[in-house]
Each structure stands twice: as C-alpha cells, then as structure tokens.
C-alpha cells in the first residue's frame, strides 16, 4: 500500500518536490528518473527520490533546456532507457529534449497513477504504452481524458492540467506546486508548523498549541502515528 489517504499522498509529494526543487536549483539537473522505481521509504516513512542514472546537467540553465540522448538509437548493444510509462512527451520525442518541467510532468503522472490505484475508474491507458512510438501517439488523447476522471480532486484539476501540459512552458515549477492551494489545506499547515515549532517565539508556540486541540482529532490515526 503505497497511501492510505489523500492527505498522506500530498505529504509525499511534497518530499518529492523538495528532491526536485534542489536537482533544479542547486544542481542545475534534470533527474529524467521520477518513477515509482525510483522513489525509496526511509524506515520513518517518508519518501525519497534516487536513481539518477538518466540525470542530466542543462547546458542553458537560463532557458531550462538541453538537449538529451537519443533514447530511441538502436546502434547500441546495450539500451537503456528511462521509464517509458512516466516520461513527459519532449523525452520521447526525436531529437529527445529535456527540460526542468520534464520532471515536473513525470510527478504528475505518479499523482495520477498513485489516485488510480484506490479508484474503481481506471485512466485511459495512461501506463500501459508498450513502446515509444505508442506513447507519442496517444499521449495527448490520454492527458484530455485525465482532467475527465472523478477520482481527481477538484482542487486538484486545475494544478494537474498545468503539471500534464504537453507544452512544457506551461508547466509550473517546483515553488508553484507546493504553493498551490491542494497542497495547502489546513492539515498541511498544521504538520508543516509543527516541523517548525522549536524555532517559533514563545508566544507563537503557545498559540499555535492552543489552537492544535481543535484540529488534533481530526487527523486520520496512522497520520498521528507517522
């Protein structure tokens, strides 16, 4: 069971932007390997994001772009490639491009498929492209269908349009996501104050724990336990 809620799944992803938000503005890197594989859980729970075999340094750090590895060469005994099922379509491509919003694409693409999974409603094929040339057919028909499914959240549309945009340019970054307001409801807010807490004013510490008891028991069991 990868979640067992939607409120532990923005806690994750907001782990997962963290990762993302030092490769892209400390590293200057492209991960190009933001796949469940990928992703690994510490013994307290929380996610974080490796396999960098695909990582990819931008030669124009100003304009976010690079070019990439042909993925697609065949003159090459052993192929390796990054995973199909969660690769944005400017990577599939020929020439193959790759942008700092390539991963952001390939984060939407986990949201997606981790809601999935606890829904009846299945996406449109969306992880079951057997090849490159089928994924560059259908992606645009399968990322219309997406804004489509009842398990995502209604606040979560909008935000997921922009994350699965097939113009990278309308991609948001990393700042963009974790200031949405699907990732800032008050539970967010409560756990990320609470991470804080030790470098709040006295004053401050005392309110915020006032207030704690109204919204405390709200909390689902196995998030207070985490």
């Not at 994001?49 to 690079?66: A, K, R, W």
């Not at 097939?166 to 200031?179: G, H, K, L, Q």
Request: proline share 4%; charged share 20%; glycine share 4%.
């Amino acid at each position: 069971e990868l979640y067992g809620s939607e409120l532990e799944l923005k806690m994750h992803i907001i782990e997962l932007l963290e990762a993302l938000n030092f490769l892209h503005n400390d590293a200057k890197t492209v991960s190009l390997g933001v796949s469940p594989e990928n992703i690994f859980k510490t013994m307290d729970g929380r996610w974080k994001l490796g396999g960098f075999v695909f990582s990819t340094q931008l030669i124009n750090t100003d304009t976010g772009t690079s070019n990439n590895i042909d993925f697609s060469t065949t003159d090459c005994p052993l192929r390796s490639y990054p995973s199909l099922y969660y690769s944005s379509p400017e990577v599939v491509c020929i020439p193959s491009k790759c942008f700092y919003a390539s991963d952001i694409f390939s984060l939407g693409l986990i949201i997606v498929s981790i809601l999935e999974s606890n829904h009846k409603q299945r996406a449109n094929n969306i992880l079951t492209f057997s090849n490159y040339s089928a994924f560059k057919d259908g992606i645009i028909r399968t990322m219309n269908d997406i804004s489509m499914l009842s398990f995502i959240p209604v606040n979560l549309k909008p935000l997921l349009d922009r994350i699965l945009n097939i113009d990278n340019s309308f991609r948001p970054i990393c700042n963009e996501i974790s200031a949405s307001s699907w990732l800032n409801d008050p539970f967010l807010q409560t756990i990320k104050y609470l991470d804080s807490l030790s470098e709040k004013e006295m004053s401050q510490q005392q309110t915020f724990l006032k207030g704690l008891q109204n919204i405390i028991l709200k909390f689902e069991d196995r998030v207070l336990k985490s």
